[in-house]
């Protein structure tokens, strides 16, 4: 991880937070695949478009590790702090959890702040999945198997959607959460720590919310903070994977604690010595390709499959 660190400062990048949303985009894509394990090659791979409440139409890519029908599904959700990130960022790794877990795998491309602010994307998220639900059949997977994942922002989309889900009656069998931001504020402990040098810093953290969030009262709201929710009884299993070098990872396991008080079995994973985006490192960090089999065997108990 020191390793990567250094290479990276060495590459002497202007930091996201410095350019524009559009630029950073650019920036964040073209340095997307450099860490990551070889390009898994999948039977199926197609793009797709999932109708948005507002007629908007979300891009959205299927991955499908066979071609059986029945498939259990995932709706994951890229990381990228609400501002950067898309269906390309995370390509390598929806394949990977596609093909260590044997599950079908649809990959969201939901709307980016500043030019749509919150809640528009865990309003796209939620579309998403109550469309999936509708239509697994028809996608040649089992609308009775669905769960929702996601890393970082996307982590929290997912939260949000598993706390949907139990509300409007969808059962959901996991929610697969990397890294999430589940706090209103960025105020507890790691995020001293760790608030600079180590990927993810404190300047981008509150450069990507300013582009999400109006004010300091939509911070408050649940569907920005799931540690916010009124309550989390009866929402779906959870398995939640942390690198222990983030600024986040207080809060993950905060949520992870709010989980369980709720009776809601959570696996809880921290892994030593990583920090923020690991899990996009596989070619240089262990740890990465471990997070990886470890959420595909929680999918894959989650679903009922063989392990």
Known sequence: MRSVLQRMARAGHAPLHTRSPQDARVAYQAGADVLEVPKAVLARVEDLHIPARDGHALPARLYAPSTVAGLPLLLYMHGGGFTIGNIATHDILCRELARLSGCMVVSLDYRLAPEHRFPTASNDAWDALAWLAAHAGELGADPARLAVGGDSAGGTLAAVNAILARDAGLPLALQLLFYPGCAAHQDTPSHTTFAHGLVLEEPAISWFFGNYVHSRA?????????????????????????????????????????????GVPVDLEIYRGVTHEFIKMGRAIPEARQAHADAARALRGAFGMPS
């Open 218 to 262: 939509e911070r408050e709201d649940w569907r920005f903070a799931p540690l916010h929710a009124p309550d989390v009884d009866g929402v779906a299993p959870a398995w939640v994977g942390l690198a222990e070098c983030d600024p986040l990872v207080d809060e993950g396991v905060d949520y992870a604690d709010k989980l369980r008080l709720a």
